[in-house]
């Protein structure tokens, strides 16, 4: 990968120099052979023994380790005009003996564990979502019961519920780390959440802490009184439609374990779009914290398909913001800043299938945490290698690959052979390499890091012979 994964981690403190030396040489083995087994992917056995003494070491951290990259990403960051941050949580499923450290995971059988993750993901705002890099991750594992098994079973009372700590803090949380990382720049990130993150005490403060945010709201929450209207439902649907777009939506897969209906399969269609807004005030939930305002001002951007095909199910997206919506293009833009969602989803599957990280055969939460910290740039590299590749296709290829990546794609006949390929034709050529074909759409992670694998072990072959030949 041309982008130099070690960069990521210039200036790593981990208490000798060596061992920041060394991580910078396991880096550059990972990030050339992504989804391979550590020994696999490491030269020697020694380096192998070298990257496990390193992740087990009680003085190396996840926190120390993921330093360099969140100092990067918001380098990148305040060289943008318009960032986003998009949050969001996955799990990591481990099988086989227990593990050290890890947990119950939602859905799960006993004989799997593992650890939950929540990413702070910065993107640029410009319309083509970048991704820049991540800026905060919080680790948790679920070691006993859930609290609705232990108020059944009588070992919780309602008021001890509600004073134990939430996980939905986390939203809040990374909102906050996240922006702790701007501290020295005037970047103005604006927060990108889903549906979970629907609530009225993270709409409060980060309203009272000029946090900018969009929210998909999921509950048909209490609105202050206007004739009839009582809810959010309600008043959405009174809402004149401002204006209308079509738009292409693309295909969906099944997502395990969910039966909601706007998470299911869809085939891609061409749909009919119209966009309201309006200024509304919550009330207040009972449920919440009585120091909590009991009205909140806030802003609602409602769309909503026209005439969805039979058997599918419409577009229906309320957005909650912060951001203004006095004008059509203003209204568009909160849209679009919500649809930079899927570029978190995309970076999990870097992680998780481009990486293979639930693959990896380690014994507890602490070295999970810490390969963790390794993969997570590798991760976004893989990430940003595809989308600039989409999105700014007519780059050159230089801006992806090494020269000589590129002359062994050309000596192959899989790009042009003279002159430099583009950013496209160079993607399409690595995943030649992983065994793609133009018939099945656009390339996958696996086949990207397969490919990649391929060229980087050609690339290394094509230097030893031009090597020998000049010293012959």
């Known amino acids: 990968m041309h982008l130099d994964m070690r960069r990521e981690f210039d200036g790593l403190q981990l208490g000798d120099c060596r061992r920041a030396r060394r991580v910078k040489r396991i880096v550059e083995r990972l990030s050339s052979r992504p989804d391979e087994s550590f020994p696999k992917a490491m030269a020697s056995r020694a380096e192998t023994e070298a990257l496990y003494r ?31 941050v998009v949050h969001d949580t996955t799990d990591f499923r481990y099988a086989g003996d227990a593990r050290d450290g890890l947990g119950k995971v939602s859905t799960s059988t006993d004989k799997c564990q593992g650890f939950y993750a929540h990413f702070s993901l910065a993107v640029a705002g410009d319309g083509n979502r970048e991704p820049l890099g991540v800026l905060a991750v919080e680790r948790w594992a679920r070691r006993e019961p859930g609290v609705s098994t232990r108020r059944r079973a009588g070992e919780l009372t309602d008021a001890a519920v509600r004073k134990l700590p939430r996980e939905s803090a986390r939203w809040l949380r990374g909102v906050e780390h996240a922006a702790a990382e701007f501290t020295d720049s005037e970047v103005s990130p604006i927060h990108i959440m889903d549906s979970e993150a629907d609530d009225y005490a993270l709409y409060a403060r980060l309203t009272d802490r000029s946090h900018r945010f969009v929210v998909r709201g999921y509950h048909d929450r209490r609105v202050v009184d206007e004739a009839d209207v009582r809810t959010i439902k309600q008043l ?7 204006f209308e777009v079509y738009t292409d939506l693309s295909k969906r897969k099944i997502r395990m374990f969910n039966d909601r209906k706007r998470t299911q399969k869809r085939a891609p269609r061409t749909a009919q779009l119209a ?3 309006a200024r509304i005030s919550l009330k207040r939930p009972d449920h919440v914290e009585k120091d909590l305002p009991t009205e909140l001002m806030l802003n609602v ?10 058997g599918n199910e419409p577009v229906n997206w309320t957005l909650l913001t912060s951001e203004p919506i006095d004008t059509d293009d203003q209204i568009s833009r909160i849209v679009d800043h919500y649809r930079a969602r899927w570029v978190i989803e995309e ?6 299938t481009g990486c293979a990280f639930e693959k990896r055969q380690l014994e507890s939460m602490h070295t999970l945490e810490n390969a963790l910290a390794l993969f997570v740039p590798i991760a976004w590299g893989l990430l940003r290698l ?10 050159p290829a230089t801006n992806l690959l090494q020269p000589i990546e590129i002359m062994v794609l050309q000596s192959m006949k899989l790009v042009k052979p003279t002159g430099i390929p583009t950013a496209r034709e160079t993607l399409l ?27 980087v072990t050609m690339a290394a072959g094509f230097r030893l012979a031009l090597q020998i030949r000049d010293q012959s």
């Open 347 to 352: 970076f999990f599957k870097a992680l998780k």
């Open 301 to 310: 951007v409602h769309v909503r398909e026209i005439d969805a095909p039979d």
């Open 275 to 277: 966009f309201s807004a």
């Open 429 to 455: 050529a690595v995943a030649q390499l992983g065994g793609f074909l133009k018939a099945n759409g656009e390339p996958g992670w696996l086949i990207l890091g397969r490919g990649y694998q391929e060229l």
């Open 54 to 84: 390193l992740v087990e070491s009680a003085d190396v951290t996840f926190e120390a380790l993921s330093k360099p990259h969140r100092r990067e990403t918001a380098s990148r960051c305040a060289a943008r005009p318009s960032v986003l």
């Open 386 to 395: 595809r989308s600039i590749a989409r999105d700014y296709p007519d780059q």
């Open 236 to 242: 959405v649907a009174k809402l004149p439609i401002e």
